[in-house]
């Protein structure tokens, strides 16, 4: 596909939302990176070919359906298990609370690369902090 200038909605059918995570100081040798992927999802962007950083992403997605997709690193390998508990520590238990925040959205702040690879940064305005 050849992207062009112009204003593309963004869909399960049209795109795969994919969150990258790292591990903390203390889960440094134990943790897993982790990709988690947003399965229901909606969003708009914005392409300047010829400039991306003058392009726009905002996505919404779900809270509750976020899904572990891969693991990498850690000690062993996450069970059935280990996945059911990421995904309740994400939810309910500590983490994004989807009750109170059934819905979360990404914009974009930076964006690099060329039409074939690029990388996206940005911020989620409920949650402080940057997310590539």
Same mark, same amino acid.
């Given at each position: ?58 996505? !919404?997605?779900? =809270? @509750?359906?976020?899904?572990?997709? +891969?693991?990498? &690193? ?8 280990? *996945? ?24 974009? !702040?930076?964006? =690099? @690369?060329?039409?074939?690879?690029? +990388?996206?940064? &940005? ?8 997310? *590539?």
């Amino acid at each position: 596909m050849t992207l062009t200038d112009g204003t593309y909605r963004l869909g399960p059918s049209t795109a795969r939302l994919l969150i990258k995570t790292g591990r903390a100081v203390l889960g440094r040798r134990a943790g897993h990176y982790l990709t988690i992927e947003a399965p229901r999802r909606s969003g708009e962007a914005v392409v300047v070919v010829g400039d991306p950083d003058k392009s726009l992403v905002s996505v !919404t997605a779900k =809270t @509750g359906s976020l899904e572990v997709r +891969e693991e990498v &690193g850690g000690l062993k390998p996450l069970t059935d298990v280990d *996945r059911v508990e990421i995904k309740r520590t994400l939810g309910d238990k500590s983490l994004l609370h989807t009750a109170e925040h059934p819905m979360i959205t990404f914009r974009s !702040t930076r964006i =690099t @690369g060329t039409s074939q690879s690029l +990388e996206i940064t &940005g911020t989620s305005p409920s949650r402080a902090g940057t997310t *590539r």
